[in-house]
């Protein structure tokens, strides 16, 4: 075209050579809508307000959790000034835990009781709050229980000292006893370096980083800092629980009452053998010397297979129970695409138009595909859980359900989009229904097919974790399980990596066939 071809159609059609005047504001008037609709989003959703609200020392507990775990020694405070330090019951140091980061200094007092009181020995010993005459002996172990000694003996036998006698069978009350009890006079609780905790019946001093704060306790009634709290301890209300951090180190929790330390460690605990177990504090080394050269721990089984049985019967970690849910998972998400496949196959042929030649068919078949897929997986299992009762079977049930629908939606879609060319030449040649299909449309779809169903059955083995926290069956259940008590996040990290192994297996299964399926169409 010429400058003079071109001059003449300008005249003619001016308003076609013009350039758009709103084209030149485009890329302003996206900025300004992408800003705006931010603006509005931010408003709507309140993030100002829930960032503001955000404490992130929750969720770095919550992370510190999945990669540790906790001890949790509890130093009971009673009102006559006695303390005792209690562990719990299934507490992960062992049955009887001697901590080296706890420096217990020990003595006994005498209690008096009976007569309607139940009062100490009168005066105190200074520092400490206990009765002057109630300490002997200095450093007993961790874990001595107090012995209480009977009133009376019997025909003459097991008179205690202390006993009082007289006037109390004259006036009807009680004779008043004393009892010996051991106690803990003072103890020292370490958090490596990050700090450490003195701990007596009156008062507790916490030092970290340089600082200290010294704490007063008057024993059910208050607890009252002698100085301003620093940064890392708290105190909500006024003489009520002040709480110490000293970060992934753990935290101690000084009430009227107790002093509670949570010491925090690296690692899973008793990831092997729990504390039940004949290995459990046993080194690598002395494990395999006690499994090949060692005494038979049970007479009526090898070292070998006791330790097997230790772990697989975990009590902190149910290994095997674990490994059984999550092939009950896995097999959930087989058998529910699998038969979802098979299902939609058919049912595809009758949704595509250029297939089957009757609109009532392809309606109701791609409507009871609409119906099956826009019910979501989970509430399919709430649905199928209450039907069959909690297991695997309503998770296979809910899978099937809907990826019925959507594969069945995807395959007739793939079915509409065919090269008629390839089926009207198989039809040319005087072929049957059944063999126009099977050589005219089957070899362009068959590879499709499948690489949805093994996608499908990938992303099911995601699902099925989802689902079985509703009590579908798998390890999502026992995922919920551990996430319900909000204590054993490292259980969860556990059965998360699991799954995330798993998912990846499956991924690079499932990639690698559907390439290979590809290749060959």
Same mark, same amino acid.
């Given at each position: 075209?010429?400058?003079i ?5 300008s005249?003619r059609?001016?308003?076609?050579l ?7 504001f485009?890329?302003?008037i996206m900025?300004?809508a992408?800003v ?5 989003c931010?408003w709507?959703f309140?993030?100002? %307000?829930t960032?503001?609200?955000?404490d992130l020392?929750?969720a770095?507990n919550y992370l510190?959790d999945?990669i540790s775990y906790e001890a949790?020694p509890?130093?009971?405070? %009673?009102?006559?000034g ?5 562990f ?11 901590p080296?980061?706890i420096?217990i200094?020990r003595?006994?007092?005498?209690r008096?009781i009976?007569?309607?009181s139940?009062n100490?020995s009168a005066?105190?010993?200074a520092?400490s709050?206990?009765?002057a005459t109630? /300490?002997?002996g %200095?450093?007993?172990?961790i874990?001595?229980?107090? $012995? ?6 019997f ?5 205690q000292l202390g006993?009082?006698s ?9 004779a008043?006893?004393t %009892?010996t009890v051991?106690?803990?006079r003072s ?8 700090g ?6 009156k008062?507790?001093t916490?030092?970290r980083?340089g ?8 024993v059910?009634?208050? +607890?009252?800092p002698?100085s301003p709290?620093p940064d890392?301890a ?8 002040v709480?110490?951090?000293?970060g992934?180190d753990?935290r101690?929790?000084i009430?009227?009452?107790a002093?509670?330390?949570r010491?925090r460690f690296?690692?899973w ?8 177990s004949?290995?459990f504090?046993m080194?690598?080394?002395e494990?395999l010397n ?8 049970d ?14 019967y ?9 490994w059984?849910?999550l092939?009950?998972t896995?097999v959930m ?5 699998l ?5 939609? /196959?058919?049912?595809a042929?009758?949704a ?6 009757n609109?009532? @068919? ?13 019910v979501?997986?989970?509430i ?5 859980t209450?039907?069959f009762?909690?297991?695997?079977l309503?998770g296979?049930s809910?899978i099937?359900?809907?990826d019925?629908g959507?594969?069945?939606?995807l395959?007739?879609?793939?079915l509409?989009?065919i090269?008629g ?5 198989v039809?040319s040649?005087g072929?049957t229904p059944?063999?126009?299909?099977r050589?005219?449309v089957?070899?362009?779809?068959l590879?499709v097919?499948?690489s949805? @169903?093994l996608? /499908? ?14 009590? @579908?069956g798998?390890?999502g259940?026992?995922?919920w399980?551990a996430m319900r008590t ?6 969860v990290a556990y059965m +998360? ?8 297996v499956f991924d690079?299964?499932?990639? @690698?066939?559907?390439?290979r399926?590809m290749? $060959?169409n």
């Amino acid at each position: 075209m010429t400058a003079i071809d071109y001059d003449a159609i300008s005249e003619r059609h001016e308003e076609l050579l013009q350039a758009n005047k709103w084209k030149r504001f485009a890329p302003l008037i996206m900025l300004v809508a992408i800003v705006f609709y931010s603006v509005y989003c931010w408003w709507f959703f309140a993030v100002g %307000e829930t960032l503001r609200r955000v404490d992130l020392s929750i969720a770095e507990n919550y992370l510190a959790d999945w990669i540790s775990y906790e001890a949790r020694p509890d130093f009971d405070i %009673e009102t006559d000034g006695a303390m005792q330090i209690v562990f719990p019951r299934f507490s992960p140091l062992g049955k009887d835990p001697k901590p080296d980061w706890i420096v217990i200094e020990r003595g006994t007092m005498e209690r008096e009781i009976g007569g309607g009181s139940q009062n100490s020995s009168a005066g105190s010993s200074a520092g400490s709050g206990l009765p002057a005459t109630g /300490f002997t002996g %200095e450093g007993d172990q961790i874990g001595t229980t107090s $012995q209480k000694r009977p009133a009376t003996g019997f025909m003459g036998e097991g008179a205690q000292l202390g006993t009082t006698s007289g006037g109390g069978s004259e006036t009807g009350e009680e004779a008043p006893t004393t %009892e010996t009890v051991n106690v803990v006079r003072s103890a020292q609780v370490s958090f490596g370096n990050a700090g450490e905790i003195d701990v007596t019946p009156k008062r507790v001093t916490v030092k970290r980083g340089g600082e200290s704060v010294v704490l007063v306790i008057d024993v059910d009634r208050s +607890v009252r800092p002698q100085s301003p709290l620093p940064d890392w301890a708290a105190q909500k209300y006024e003489d009520g629980k002040v709480t110490v951090r000293f970060g992934f180190d753990g935290r101690a929790e000084i009430e009227d009452d107790a002093v509670k330390i949570r010491r925090r460690f690296f690692g899973w605990e008793n990831f092997l053998f729990d504390i039940n177990s004949p290995y459990f504090g046993m080194s690598t080394g002395e494990v395999l010397n006690t499994i090949v050269r060692g005494e038979r721990l049970d007479p009526s089984r090898s070292n070998l297979s006791l330790a097997w049985n230790n772990i697989l019967y975990n009590a902190s970690w149910q290994h095997l129970d674990v490994w059984i849910k999550l092939l009950q998972t896995i097999v959930m998400a087989f058998v529910g695409t699998l038969f979802a496949s098979i299902v939609a /196959f058919p049912l595809a042929f009758l949704a595509a138009r250029n297939i089957t030649r009757n609109r009532f @068919a392809n309606h109701l078949t791609k409507r009871f595909f609409d119906f099956q897929r826009s019910v979501d997986m989970f509430i399919w299992a709430l649905f199928f859980t209450r039907a069959f009762g909690p297991g695997p079977l309503a998770g296979i049930s809910a899978i099937f359900f809907t990826d019925t629908g959507t594969l069945g939606k995807l395959y007739s879609e793939s079915l509409e989009n065919i090269d008629g060319r390839q089926r009207e030449g198989v039809r040319s040649v005087g072929a049957t229904p059944t063999l126009v299909q099977r050589f005219g449309v089957l070899p362009q779809v068959l590879p499709v097919f499948a690489s949805h @169903a093994l996608y /499908f059955w990938e992303s099911n083995t995601r699902s099925a974790t989802i689902i079985g926290a509703v009590g @579908a069956g798998g390890i999502g259940l026992k995922l919920w399980e551990a996430m319900r008590t909000n204590q054993d996040w490292e259980n969860v990290a556990y059965m +998360v990596l699991l799954i995330l192994i798993t998912v990846y297996v499956f991924d690079r299964i499932s990639t @690698a066939l559907r390439v290979r399926l590809m290749r $060959q169409n």
